[in-house]
């Protein structure tokens, strides 16, 4: 059925910069006495905030200096800025729903200027015709709906006639809460925790159109 809005998340559905962040994360933590891998990372903190990894991190034994959550952004949009690549396949979406004459947004937990860093370097801003909302700058983040419900009512279109695009189960948590369809990116495979929250799984970027009805 094909949506009459379709919202995506940000990292690791439109630019993907999920991968490096995490590495970054990763290395921090285990600096600071909690050791994780990068599947325990994806599993258990993709798809929040850099204050909420820093707050369960944290609960878990890290011992995190308290300046960590500012120099750990200073840090991160250093490595945006220098280069983050687009999760192959996204732009024929946007030229297929553009096509199709079907709206769209971004509702990332991601702060608006990173937002701008990821995006203004593939030259997408306009793409979006001012539909970039952040969770974060909202103080709802996913696995809140609150997010989801915005850019729809901004879009103009009824929560159960959009369909969302996410690769973390707190994004299609949201979605689900939200009352509105959620595709799940998983590149490389199956990926239990967005099957668990009701979405449906899609591999390749290549495959949405379609799925989509456009």
């Not at 279109?157 to 369809?181: K, T």
């Not at 799940?184 to 925790?193: Q, S």
Request: charged share 20%; aromatic share 6%; glycine share 12%.
């Amino acid at each position: 059925m094909r949506p009459d809005a379709v919202i995506f998340d940000c990292d690791g559905v439109v630019v993907d910069s999920e991968h490096p962040t995490l590495v970054m994360v990763r290395d921090d933590l285990e600096r600071y006495g909690l050791s994780l891998t990068l599947d325990d990372l994806e599993r258990e903190y993709i798809g929040g905030t850099v204050e909420t990894v820093a707050a369960k991190a944290r609960a878990n034994g890290a011992r995190l200096p308290d300046d960590w959550i500012a120099d750990f952004y200073d840090r991160m949009y250093a490595m945006l800025r220098a280069h983050v690549p687009l999760v192959p396949g996204v732009v024929g979406v946007l030229d297929a729903l553009d096509k199709a004459g079907i709206p769209y947004a971004m509702g990332s937990n991601g702060t608006p200027e990173k937002m701008q860093i990821t995006l203004g370097q593939h030259g997408l801003i306009a793409r979006f015709r001012g539909h970039l909302y952040s969770g974060q700058a909202m103080g709802r983040p996913k696995p809140e709906p609150d997010l989801y419900l915005h850019a729809a009512a901004q879009l103009g279109v009824d929560p159960a006639e959009c369909v969302v695009i996410e690769d973390s189960a707190a994004g299609a948590r949201a979605a689900r809460l939200a009352g509105m369809r959620c595709y799940g990116y998983a590149p490389k495979g199956g990926h239990p925790g967005l099957v668990a929250e009701g979405a449906v799984l899609f591999n390749n970027m290549a495959d949405l159109p379609a799925l989509l009805g456009v």
